[in-house]
């Protein structure tokens, strides 16, 4: 996987009355780079009220470590917690992309971060995952570094404006 492009960035775009968001193209392009042929994995993240989402051939990568895991715990004579195959894979939902990076937000974890009404959508990159952020939230948050939030709030700012976020 060292071919892979990181997920890098912070913009803003807006989720429409269908529940539709843009990833943004920088985004886009990573997803495209790592393979994702239009779809997306989409997630709740374990660590924060936000969503996180990444390409299909991460998720493969995950699955292969988890297998490789729990290969090596039943050649140890212990047992293998399947809850963390159930949080791991059957949490996810795929979502396919048009050409402007147009998705639906799976219902259930748009609901549980907050996305689940018009209005802008934080997108940021992480590396190997991106965020997807109700900016409400994630200015509510006191978990989220202070360097952070500041950049989120001045793309949100900007998108307000009009211009780029």
């Known amino acids: 996987m060292s071919d892979r492009q990181a997920y890098s960035g912070m913009a803003v775009t807006g989720i429409d009355a269908k529940g539709r968001a843009a990833i943004p193209a920088f985004l886009r392009a990573a997803l495209d780079r790592n393979g994702a042929e239009s779809r997306v994995i989409i997630a709740e993240s374990a660590n ?10 991460y998720l493969e990568a995950n699955r292969a470590k988890y297998g490789s895991r729990a ?18 894979f059957a949490l996810n939902d795929i979502a396919s992309y048009d050409s402007s990076g147009r998705f639906v937000l799976p219902p259930f974890p748009a609901m549980k971060a907050g996305l689940d009404k018009t209005g802008p959508v934080l997108f940021a990159g992480l590396g190997d995952t991106f965020e997807i952020w109700n900016p409400d939230l994630l200015e509510a948050d006191a978990n989220v570094h202070p360097a952070f939030k ?3 709030l001045f793309c949100l700012s900007q998108w307000k404006k009009g211009g780029k976020g």
């Open 48 to 57: 924060a009220p936000c969503l996180i989402g990444f390409d299909p051939a």
């Open 71 to 88: 290969d090596a715990r039943l050649d140890a004579g212990e047992a293998v917690d399947t809850n963390i195959a159930r949080l791991a």
């Open 150 to 152: 500041e950049r989120a």
